[in-house]
Protein backbone atom coordinates (compact mmCIF):
# COMPACT_ATOMS: atom_id res chain seq x y z
CA UNK A 1 0.00 0.00 0.00
CA UNK A 2 1.45 3.59 -0.89
CA UNK A 3 0.12 6.74 1.09
CA UNK A 4 -0.71 9.99 -0.35
CA UNK A 5 -0.54 13.31 1.87
CA UNK A 6 -2.50 15.74 -0.39
CA UNK A 7 -2.26 19.57 0.59
CA UNK A 8 -4.75 21.83 -0.93
CA UNK A 9 -6.09 25.36 -0.69
CA UNK A 10 -9.55 25.96 -2.49
CA UNK A 11 -12.49 23.68 -3.56
CA UNK A 12 -10.56 20.54 -3.63
CA UNK A 13 -11.75 19.01 -7.13
CA UNK A 14 -8.68 17.73 -7.75
CA UNK A 15 -8.54 16.38 -4.48
CA UNK A 16 -11.79 14.76 -5.01
CA UNK A 17 -10.74 13.08 -8.54
CA UNK A 18 -7.42 11.47 -6.70
CA UNK A 19 -10.13 10.27 -3.93
CA UNK A 20 -12.61 8.81 -6.43
CA UNK A 21 -9.30 6.99 -8.39
CA UNK A 22 -8.49 5.64 -5.35
CA UNK A 23 -11.74 4.18 -4.60
CA UNK A 24 -13.24 3.28 -7.84
CA UNK A 25 -9.30 1.73 -8.59
CA UNK A 26 -7.78 3.51 -11.46
CA UNK A 27 -5.10 4.46 -8.44
CA UNK A 28 -4.75 0.83 -6.96
CA UNK A 29 -3.30 -0.23 -3.72
CA UNK A 30 -2.90 3.20 -2.33
CA UNK A 31 -4.78 5.62 0.64
CA UNK A 32 -4.93 9.17 1.08
CA UNK A 33 -3.57 9.17 4.91
CA UNK A 34 -3.74 12.81 5.40
CA UNK A 35 -5.42 16.03 3.96
CA UNK A 36 -3.78 19.24 4.94
CA UNK A 37 -5.13 23.24 4.36
CA UNK A 38 -3.06 25.97 4.47
CA UNK A 39 -6.60 28.24 5.13
CA UNK A 40 -10.63 27.54 5.39
CA UNK A 41 -11.23 25.54 2.04
CA UNK A 42 -13.52 23.17 0.88
CA UNK A 43 -10.69 21.01 0.32
CA UNK A 44 -10.97 19.94 4.08
CA UNK A 45 -14.75 19.20 3.83
CA UNK A 46 -14.33 16.58 1.57
CA UNK A 47 -11.34 14.76 3.12
CA UNK A 48 -14.06 15.02 6.18
CA UNK A 49 -16.65 13.03 3.84
CA UNK A 50 -14.28 10.52 3.21
CA UNK A 51 -13.55 9.93 6.43
CA UNK A 52 -10.04 10.96 6.06
CA UNK A 53 -7.88 12.93 8.60
CA UNK A 54 -7.34 16.36 7.78
CA UNK A 55 -5.95 19.69 9.69
CA UNK A 56 -5.65 22.92 8.72
CA UNK A 57 -1.86 24.82 9.53
CA UNK A 58 -2.64 28.55 9.05
CA UNK A 59 -0.16 30.22 6.48
CA UNK A 60 2.57 32.29 7.09
CA UNK A 61 6.51 32.13 7.88
CA UNK A 62 6.67 28.71 9.69
CA UNK A 63 4.21 26.87 7.18
CA UNK A 64 6.66 24.32 5.99
CA UNK A 65 8.70 23.56 9.35
CA UNK A 66 5.35 22.98 11.01
CA UNK A 67 3.93 20.75 7.69
CA UNK A 68 6.88 18.75 8.06
CA UNK A 69 6.53 18.02 11.74
CA UNK A 70 2.99 16.22 10.72
CA UNK A 71 4.00 14.59 7.29
CA UNK A 72 3.14 10.59 8.77
CA UNK A 73 6.20 8.75 8.74
CA UNK A 74 4.92 6.42 6.13
CA UNK A 75 3.85 9.24 3.05
CA UNK A 76 4.89 8.18 0.10
CA UNK A 77 3.92 11.42 -2.01
CA UNK A 78 3.28 14.67 -1.27
CA UNK A 79 0.47 15.90 -3.68
CA UNK A 80 -0.05 19.73 -4.00
CA UNK A 81 -3.76 19.67 -5.44
CA UNK A 82 -4.54 23.30 -5.79
CA UNK A 83 -2.33 25.05 -3.35
CA UNK A 84 -1.54 28.22 -3.04
CA UNK A 85 1.52 28.59 -0.01
CA UNK A 86 5.03 28.38 -1.42
CA UNK A 87 6.88 25.36 0.22
CA UNK A 88 10.31 26.30 1.49
CA UNK A 89 13.61 24.62 0.24
CA UNK A 90 14.16 23.01 3.46
CA UNK A 91 10.94 21.03 3.24
CA UNK A 92 11.74 20.83 -0.85
CA UNK A 93 15.01 19.19 -0.42
CA UNK A 94 13.48 16.97 2.49
CA UNK A 95 10.98 15.71 0.28
CA UNK A 96 12.84 15.91 -2.85
CA UNK A 97 11.56 13.32 -5.60
CA UNK A 98 8.26 12.95 -3.16
CA UNK A 99 6.49 16.14 -4.35
CA UNK A 100 4.38 16.66 -7.35
CA UNK A 101 2.14 19.72 -8.27
CA UNK A 102 -0.82 20.27 -10.76
CA UNK A 103 -0.25 23.70 -12.80
CA UNK A 104 -2.99 25.01 -14.81
CA UNK A 105 -0.43 25.72 -18.38
CA UNK A 106 1.74 24.61 -20.46
CA UNK A 107 5.25 25.14 -17.85
CA UNK A 108 7.34 26.47 -18.25
CA UNK A 109 5.06 29.24 -19.88
CA UNK A 110 2.91 31.33 -16.97
CA UNK A 111 4.72 29.34 -13.95
CA UNK A 112 6.49 31.32 -11.07
CA UNK A 113 5.40 33.64 -8.19
CA UNK A 114 1.93 35.05 -8.22
CA UNK A 115 0.78 32.03 -11.29
CA UNK A 116 -2.21 30.46 -9.97
CA UNK A 117 -5.72 30.09 -10.62
CA UNK A 118 -7.07 32.69 -12.87
CA UNK A 119 -4.29 34.53 -12.84
CA UNK A 120 -2.76 31.86 -15.20
CA UNK A 121 -5.65 31.75 -17.72
CA UNK A 122 -6.05 35.35 -17.80
CA UNK A 123 -2.45 35.54 -18.37
CA UNK A 124 -3.09 32.96 -20.83
CA UNK A 125 -5.87 34.70 -22.54
CA UNK A 126 -4.13 38.12 -22.60
CA UNK A 127 -1.15 36.57 -24.31
CA UNK A 128 -2.77 35.35 -26.84
CA UNK A 129 -1.29 31.96 -27.23
CA UNK A 130 -2.72 29.25 -29.30
CA UNK A 131 -3.03 26.29 -26.99
CA UNK A 132 -2.76 26.23 -23.01
CA UNK A 133 -3.67 22.59 -20.77
CA UNK A 134 -2.38 21.69 -17.64
CA UNK A 135 1.53 20.48 -16.59
CA UNK A 136 2.31 18.18 -13.31
CA UNK A 137 5.69 18.15 -12.36
CA UNK A 138 7.94 17.56 -9.67
CA UNK A 139 8.38 19.88 -6.77
CA UNK A 140 11.35 21.83 -5.72
CA UNK A 141 12.54 25.18 -4.04
CA UNK A 142 12.09 26.80 -7.59
CA UNK A 143 8.45 28.04 -8.34
CA UNK A 144 7.00 25.60 -10.48
CA UNK A 145 10.37 24.45 -11.90
CA UNK A 146 11.02 20.93 -11.43
CA UNK A 147 10.59 18.30 -13.66
CA UNK A 148 7.99 17.84 -16.32
CA UNK A 149 6.29 14.50 -15.32
CA UNK A 150 2.93 14.60 -17.54
CA UNK A 151 1.09 17.54 -19.67
CA UNK A 152 -1.49 17.70 -22.26
CA UNK A 153 -2.27 20.20 -23.97
CA UNK A 154 -5.74 21.97 -26.24
CA UNK A 155 -6.21 24.27 -28.93
CA UNK A 156 -7.83 27.64 -27.03
CA UNK A 157 -11.02 28.79 -29.23
CA UNK A 158 -11.74 32.36 -30.78
CA UNK A 159 -14.42 32.41 -28.32
CA UNK A 160 -12.26 31.25 -24.88
CA UNK A 161 -13.51 32.88 -21.89
CA UNK A 162 -12.06 32.65 -17.98
CA UNK A 163 -14.45 30.48 -17.51
CA UNK A 164 -14.45 28.30 -20.41
CA UNK A 165 -10.57 28.06 -20.20
CA UNK A 166 -11.07 27.07 -16.56
CA UNK A 167 -13.37 24.29 -17.28
CA UNK A 168 -11.33 23.28 -20.21
CA UNK A 169 -8.12 22.69 -17.93
CA UNK A 170 -9.95 21.43 -15.14
CA UNK A 171 -10.78 18.32 -17.52
CA UNK A 172 -7.69 17.89 -18.46
CA UNK A 173 -6.27 18.11 -15.12
CA UNK A 174 -8.67 15.22 -13.96
CA UNK A 175 -7.18 12.72 -16.53
CA UNK A 176 -3.57 13.69 -16.22
CA UNK A 177 -3.10 13.69 -12.18
CA UNK A 178 -4.34 10.29 -11.46
CA UNK A 179 -1.84 9.16 -14.26
CA UNK A 180 0.91 11.05 -13.44
CA UNK A 181 0.11 10.01 -9.33
CA UNK A 182 -0.04 6.34 -10.78
CA UNK A 183 3.67 6.77 -12.82
CA UNK A 184 5.48 8.25 -9.54
CA UNK A 185 4.16 5.66 -7.11
CA UNK A 186 5.37 2.79 -9.25
CA UNK A 187 8.63 4.55 -9.09
CA UNK A 188 8.75 5.41 -5.16
C1 LIG B 1 -6.31 23.79 -10.41
O1 LIG B 1 -6.67 24.26 -11.67
C2 LIG B 1 -4.79 23.79 -10.27
O2 LIG B 1 -4.13 23.57 -11.47
C3 LIG B 1 -4.54 25.20 -9.78
O3 LIG B 1 -5.57 25.45 -8.86
C4 LIG B 1 -6.76 24.76 -9.31
C5 LIG B 1 -7.35 24.06 -8.11
O4 LIG B 1 -8.60 23.56 -8.42
N1 LIG B 1 -3.25 25.28 -9.17
C6 LIG B 1 -2.48 26.36 -9.30
O5 LIG B 1 -2.81 27.36 -9.89
C7 LIG B 1 -1.12 26.24 -8.61
N2 LIG B 1 -0.19 27.20 -9.13
P1 LIG B 1 -9.34 22.55 -7.44
O6 LIG B 1 -9.28 23.18 -6.03
O7 LIG B 1 -10.72 22.48 -7.96
O8 LIG B 1 -8.60 21.26 -7.49
Redo the contacts with the bound molecule.
Keep these: MKYITVL??????????IIDCIENGDIPNAAVNLVVADRE???LQRAENHGIKNILIKRGKDFSENLGKIIPENTDLIV?????SILNKDFCDNFRGKII????ALLPKF?GKG???H??HNAVLASGEKESG?TVHFVTSGI?EGEIILQKSFEISETETLESL?EK??KI?YEIFPEAVNLVLNRV
Excluded at 80 to 84: D, I, M, N, V
Excluded at 101 to 104: F, G, S, W
Aim: charged residues 10%.
Design positions: VSGSGTNLQRCFGLAGFLNIHPGMWGHVADSIHE
